[in-house]
């Protein structure tokens, strides 16, 4: 067998392993612009997420295709795109689920994704905002996912929940609390956690990569 056919067959092979590996072969080819993927942070406030929301998924993106490669727009330092291989190796276990606007809901024409693509743009390099405020100045994931929807394509995925809705009883999350807002907690500001986003009726899921 001549040596240069073995070295593609082993080059292609590695391609598919890796992309079964990451749950993502027989799913590639089905993705779309605007896709909203989720999974479990493994950032130092993602348990105190968890035990609030009562939901594992403590971090979300959406995926955009940018020049023949899927990139996931998401809030985590500043707001920032990346590779989705790369995003998805830096949630815990690489595990993952991925939804959609179901289409009894609305639809994503090209019009609405040009002006999702232009909303994400405009946050692109803006600080994380670790006292999940309702501005623009600073952005949390599902904040910046809620916002692409609404400001992008006019469609609001849930209604923004207040702070105190949520399960904050446990230690766990109260010292979270104590570190982030000290004495003045905003109870009653407004929030969309990846909870929420997750369990939106006017989401289906498309693939899940657990």
């Not at 403590?58 to 990139?71: A, I, Y």
């Not at 727009?73 to 291989?85: D, H, S």
């Not at 994503?108 to 006292?131: F, H, T």
């Amino acid at each position: 067998m001549p040596r240069t056919f073995i070295v593609c067959l082993i080059i292609v092979l590695g391609s598919i392993d890796h992309l079964m590996a990451q749950g993502l072969g027989p799913a590639r080819s089905a993705l779309r612009d605007g896709d909203i993927i989720f999974q479990r942070s493994r950032s130092g406030q993602s348990e105190a997420i968890a035990l609030a929301t009562g939901s594992p998924w403590t971090h979300v993106g959406v995926l955009f295709l940018e020049k023949g490669e899927w990139q996931v727009l998401e809030a985590v330092g500043p707001v920032r795109t990346i590779p989705l291989e790369q995003w998805i190796a830096n949630g815990e276990g690489e595990k993952f689920v991925l939804k959609r606007l179901d289409p009894a809901h609305g639809k994503l024409d090209v019009e609405a994704l040009s002006a999702m693509r232009r909303i994400g743009k405009k946050y692109l390099g803006r600080p994380y905002d670790e006292l999940f405020l309702w501005d623009e100045e600073r952005l949390y994931c599902s904040e910046l996912v809620w916002k692409v929807y609404s400001e992008g394509a006019g469609i609001q995925l849930c209604e923004p929940a207040t702070l105190r809705a949520f399960s904050l009883d446990h230690h766990v999350v109260k010292r979270t609390m104590q570190q982030r807002f000290g004495a003045s907690i905003p109870w009653d500001g407004l929030v969309v956690a990846p909870s929420s986003l997750f369990n939106c009726p006017m989401l289906m899921s498309v693939s899940d990569g657990q």
